[in-house]
């Protein structure tokens, strides 16, 4: 299989702990995004890497949550103190893009995303 | 605020009815579109996709979708849908030179035997 892929892809914790996930690209893309999915509504954007450089992060990530694509391959996310309202669906999604500036044709394919569950 | 807009948060149809899913953006200027899917228990899949160059275009499963700029408007449509169609489906934009997707509240399709 040469899509995306998130592990876990259910976590249950208690409030107050901290959760890591893991996203692996597709392997010839060198973007890669993280968006979170509630019920009812579309997936928001978190942060995204072009290769291991992260770009842009959203306002709405607070400084409990950390990304890193420490070699440009893989990423992780991690959540820290998790409250209740950090349930949800995190997605994550590659691309391949060439270059940082000017009009991108470049497509997003999602993995399957990871399930937290905050109890 | 920029945004993007799906009109219809619910829609229940017949096999071989028409669907059009309305999507309006508020975006100035080039934008890249698309409409995803999400079938149930399934992750989020590529329908279609526009950049450049003719409004029409085509995706997967018959599924067709139309660029009117003076609109700002992606309008998703199938002559014929089938119970398969069950989904949920995303409008999204990609304002140029942008990284992130921006993604309308998504409609869920129910098409009926």
């Known amino acids: 299989d040469t899509g995306v892929s998130q592990d876990p892809r259910h976590k249950i914790t208690k409030r107050g702990q901290n959760v890591t996930f893991r996203c692996d690209p597709i392997?010839?893309?060198?973007?890669l995004y993280w968006y979170r999915q509630t019920l009812g509504q579309g997936p928001e954007f978190l942060t995204y890497?072009?290769?291991?450089?992260?770009?842009?992060k959203s306002r709405l990530l607070s400084d409990r949550f950390s990304a890193e694509r420490p070699k440009g391959s893989f990423s992780t996310l991690e959540i820290q103190r998790t409250e209740q309202g950090d349930s949800a669906m995190y997605l994550c999604a590659s691309s391949r893009r060439l270059g940082t500036s000017g009009r991108g044709t470049d497509t997003q394919y999602f993995g399957p995303g990871t399930r937290l569950t905050v109890l | 605020a920029q945004s993007v807009s799906q009109h219809n948060h619910h829609v229940i149809l017949s096999e071989a009815a028409s669907l059009e899913l309305g999507c309006n953006y508020s975006y100035g200027g080039t934008v890249n579109l698309f409409w995803y899917v999400q079938y149930p228990g399934q992750h989020l899949q590529l329908l279609l996709k526009?950049?450049?160059?003719?409004?029409l275009v085509k995706g997967i499963k018959g599924f067709e979708a139309e660029f009117i700029k003076s609109k700002f408007s992606f309008n998703l449509r199938k002559p014929s849908v089938q119970w398969s169609d069950t989904a949920e489906y995303f409008c999204a934009v990609n304002p140029d030179s942008w990284g992130k997707l921006q993604f309308g509240a998504g409609t869920q399709v129910v098409v009926t035997p």
């Open positions: 890497f072009q290769n291991e450089a992260q770009l842009e």
């Open positions: 392997s010839e893309h060198n973007r």
């Open positions: 526009y950049f450049s160059g003719d409004p």
